[in-house]
Structure formats: structure tokens, C-alpha cells
């Protein structure tokens, strides 16, 4: 048996120009057996035996596929850049300017603040490796970091991801790189950078796991302010595209428990799609109404605070929103709960306190807003492709968020 441990850590920039693509650094331990060495020439006197010579291959690392996988996403990563992007053949690192160069598109920064966030996908990815599905979970990283990106009231600059594999698989990797390409798009957001980790030797074979990091920017006296929020301001709330990327490990308990098929149409779910293919839907990304709103109100602050409705739902996220002398009223019967969570209630036995705990319940996103704003800042959310519901309003209180079932 042929004990091998390896780590491969890269970059994604080689000398001869083609974008995110790295010198490896590899360091490996390997034990010879004894089948093989039973097939080596038996020592003699006149020919000691020498020592065998270690390799890459012998390492388990196939270079050639290496290359072969670097040569593969260079487009997906070029497709996601823009003016701001600087070329950087041979780099250690990526290269972005922080506004435009040409006055016409100049934001003409006074107090520009960076703002940055890490986030992974979960155990959603254990899903996307049972379906043989890898192209969604890509876009899920990208929305984990932007949609807390924008909370600030930051314009999402660039991204960067860490996939850490057992062994590379050019297939695999090239479906995830591909989705964070089209999470990057559809976010407005450049991927200059990132780094591919293979360690046989702390993942199962066909594992995987991702993390990704995103910074942008934004006007200091444009920032979020928690203080700013008032009573009597409305609350707004985006809807979610289904389950998004929390509360992963709950789900995988129930589909285990329920003995559910994740390569089975529920009707009563939906009548066309797999409840694999229902969970793999991929984390809404709010990016683009949210900054395309707020450029519209550069002026007024009509927009007093926003939260990422993540793990902790409506009540462990919407709160953050809030300081310590409002609370939160909203109302459970101000949107329809979609179908996937009362599927997962039913089949898991989930009381509504911990549904509501765990998951988004489907409402992504919430925008706290000035009465008088309220109607403008919903249609123009609507406009751009969003579902907004009135969840309720800010009252007095201790910086809570209060669920009526009325």
C-alpha cells in the first residue's frame, strides 16, 4: 500500500500571462511498499542498491493536468474584469484601481473606506458533490460575501477564492471556477486572484470545500449607520431564491431522516425539478439593485439600514440593523413562505420557532427605509427584477425584531 500525503498551494498567475494560475509550492511523504519493491532488481555485490528517486507523479500530482486546468479558465476569469482591472502578466497578485481612470465614469472618491468579508458555502457543497453538480455552489460563494458586502452600502470592487480538493479534477474545478465567473457578473465584480489547495490527506476522495473573500468600497458619510434608524421607518424585504446557503446541515438531517430522494420529483414541492436540483438553487445575489439604488439617492439618506438575512433568519440578522432603543415589528403573514421550507417542516418535524432560527424562510434581504420612501425604493427595487414585500415598521424598543404571526 502506498501511503501519500500531499499539498498543493497555487495561484492563479503563471509567467506566460494567462490570469489566477500559480507556482506551486508541494511538499510530500511518501512510503515505498512492498509490491514495489519487490520488482527491483535484487542487489549485488557488484550494483548496491539505490536509493529511488521521488517525483511529482509519484507524489500524486499530475502537472500536466494542472496545466491543462490553469489553460481552461482564463476566460472565465477575463470575462468578469473591467476597466479598473490592470493586467499583470507574471504577478504574485492582482491589480485594481480603486476608481476609473476616464473622468466619464469617475465616482471622484472624497473619504473612500474599503470593505471587505470571507464566507464559505457550507456543508451545500456535500449536495453539489452527491448530484455530480458543481457549477451553482460557485455562484453561492460569490453571493455569501457580496450580499454582506453591500450591507454596508459598499459597491462590490473584487473577488478572491481558496478551493481546497483532494485531488484535482480539471471537470470539477472548471464547473466551479465557471459558477464564481458568473456569480463575479452577475455582482458587478472583478475576480482577480485565487488559489487551489490539493491535500489528499485531509479530504476524502471527490471532497471539496471554498471560501472566498470580496472587498469593494464606499463614501465614509455613505456608509451604513445603525444609529440612523428611527421609529416609524418601514421595513422592506427582498425575496430569497430558496433555501441559499445556510442551514445546510439541518436540511442534510432531515433528507437523511425523511429517507428522501434527492434524485426524486416531489409533487407536492414542485412538479418538473428533483428536490436535489430545488436545493442546489443558487443564493440570490441583491448586488446590483441594491448599489444601482442607492447610486440613485446620493443626496438623501433614505436608507437607514439593511441586513443579509443568513443563519439566525429574520430575528439573528435583521437585528444588527437595529441600535438599542428600536425594535423591529414585522409580520409573518406579509409574504407567502415558499414551498421548500414547509417540505423541509413537514418531512423533518421542525417546530416554526426553529425553522424561522435556521433559515431565511424566504426573505434574503431587508432594507430599512424612510416612510416617505418607502413606495419609491420598493419600485424602483421592483424594476430591478426584485419581489419586495412590506414586512412591517421600527418601533421604540430595545433592539429586537419581533415576528407577529398577524
Given at each position: 500500500?502506498?501511503?501519500v500525503s500531499v499539498e498543493l498551494v497555487s495561484d492563479y498567475t503563471n509567467k506566460?500571462?494567462?490570469?489566477?494560475?500559480?507556482?506551486?509550492?508541494?511538499?510530500?511523504?511518501?512510503?515505498?511498499?512492498?509490491e514495489l519493491r519487490s520488482t527491483m532488481p535484487a542487489p549485488t555485490k557488484s550494483s548496491p542498491r539505490k536509493p529511488r528517486s521521488l517525483t511529482y507523479a509519484g507524489s500524486g500530482v499530475d502537472i500536466a493536468a494542472g496545466d491543462k486546468f490553469v489553460g481552461s479558465i482564463g476566460s472565465l476569469l477575463r470575462r468578469t474584469h473591467g476597466q479598473r482591472v490592470i493586467d499583470n502578466p507574471g504577478g504574485f497578485a492582482g491589480l485594481l484601481r480603486l476608481d476609473y481612470n476616464e473622468q466619464l465614469f469617475k465616482h471622484n472618491y472624497l473619504d473612500p473606506v474599503l470593505v471587505a468579508c470571507a464566507d464559505g458555502v457550507g456543508t451545500k457543497v456535500h449536495l453539489a458533490i452527491e448530484m455530480g453538480k458543481h457549477d451553482t455552489v460557485g455562484i453561492d460563494l460569490v453571493a455569501m460575501n457580496v450580499n454582506d458586502l453591500i450591507v454596508q452600502g459598499a459597491e462590490p470592487l473584487l473577488f478572491l477564492d481558496y478551493i481546497a480538493v483532494h485531488k484535482v479534477d480539471q471537470d470539477v474545478l472548471h464547473a466551479l471556477?465557471?459558477?464564481?465567473?458568473d456569480g463575479c457578473q452577475q455582482a458587478g465584480c472583478a475576480l482577480i486572484g485565487g488559489e487551489t489547495a490539493e491535500m489528499n490527506d485531509l479530504y476524502k476522495p471527490g471532497d471539496y470545500d471554498l471560501a472566498g473573500f470580496s472587498v469593494g468600497v464606499v463614501e465614509l458619510k455613505r456608509a451604513t449607520d445603525p444609529t440612523r434608524v428611527e421609529a416609524g421607518d418601514i421595513v422592506l424585504g427582498l425575496e430569497s431564491s430558496g433555501v441559499h446557503s445556510n442551514g445546510y446541515s439541518l436540511v442534510?438531517?432531515?433528507i437523511?431522516?425523511?429517507k428522501l430522494k434527492l434524485d426524486k420529483v416531489y409533487p407536492e414541492l414542485?412538479?418538473?425539478?428533483?428536490?436535489?436540483?430545488?436545493?442546489?438553487?443558487?443564493?440570490?445575489?441583491?448586488?446590483?439593485?441594491?448599489v444601482k439604488l442607492l447610486r440613485a439617492y446620493k443626496v438623501k439618506k433614505v436608507i437607514s439600514g439593511m441586513a443579509h438575512i443568513t443563519g439566525g433568519g429574520l430575528?439573528?440578522?435583521l437585528n444588527r440593523a437595529l441600535h438599542d432603543k428600536v425594535d423591529a415589528s414585522i409580520s409573518s403573514k406579509a409574504w407567502t413562505v415558499p414551498p421548500v421550507f414547509e417540505f423541509l417542516q413537514k418531512h423533518g418535524g421542525v417546530e416554526t420557532e426553529e425553522m424561522r432560527r435556521v433559515f431565511n424562510m424566504g426573505i434574503g434581504y431587508c432594507l430599512i427605509v424612510r416612510p416617505t420612501f418607502a413606495n419609491a425604493v420598493a419600485q424602483r427595487l421592483e424594476k430591478s427584477g426584485e419581489t419586495v414585500h412590506v414586512l412591517g415598521k421600527i418601533t421604540k424598543g430595545k433592539g429586537v425584531v419581533k415576528i407577529k404571526d398577524t
Open positions: 500500500m502506498l501511503l506566460s500571462g494567462a490570469k489566477h494560475i500559480p507556482d506551486g509550492i508541494i511538499s510530500f511523504y511518501s512510503t515505498v511498499p512492498i471556477v465557471r459558477g464564481i465567473s442534510r438531517s432531515i437523511k431522516h425523511a414542485d412538479p418538473d425539478r428533483t428536490l436535489g436540483e430545488i436545493l442546489l438553487t443558487p443564493t440570490r445575489i441583491y448586488a446590483d439593485s441594491i430575528e439573528g440578522n
